[in-house]
């Protein structure tokens, strides 16, 4: 069993960053591969990155890729999400999720509570 609790969400206007952390129990947290997605009100929730357990092997989605970096570290059990250059369009509730097996797709075992960012124009 692996509990997630994000934070670091919050309001910033379009142009800004923030850097959203999750914080994983359990003692296995670097074998676990962990992603960010978000949930945009009235969408699907939509996968943003992830991060492999071993390597760090990461992968982003085509509308972040050069704004986003999603990182971990495994002795904190913590996995980040650092955006740069936010959008209005980034704006959604960002949960992060964790899983055995890396996944592009909503597929994750665990998942956090989410939280909010919101990008003013």
């Known amino acids: 069993q692996v509990q997630l609790v994000e934070s670091g969400g919050g309001l910033v206007q379009a142009g800004g960053s923030l850097r959203l952390s999750c914080a994983a129990s359990?003692?296995?947290?670097?074998?676990?591969?962990m992603g960010w997605f978000r949930q945009a009100q009235g969408k699907e929730r939509e996968f943003v990155a992830a991060?492999?357990?071993?390597?760090?092997?990461?992968y982003y989605t085509d509308s972040v890729k050069g704004r986003f970096t999603i990182s971990r570290d495994n002795a904190k059990n913590t996995v980040y999400l650092q955006m740069n250059s936010l959008k209005p369009d980034d704006t959604a509730v960002y949960y992060c999720?964790?899983?055995?097996?890396?996944?592009?797709?909503?597929?994750?075992?665990?998942w956090g509570q989410g939280t909010q960012v919101t990008v003013s124009s």
């Open positions: 999720a964790a899983s055995p097996v890396m996944y592009l797709t909503t597929k994750y075992d665990y």
């Open positions: 359990g003692r296995t947290f670097s074998t676990y591969a």
């Open positions: 991060i492999s357990g071993s390597r760090g092997d990461t």
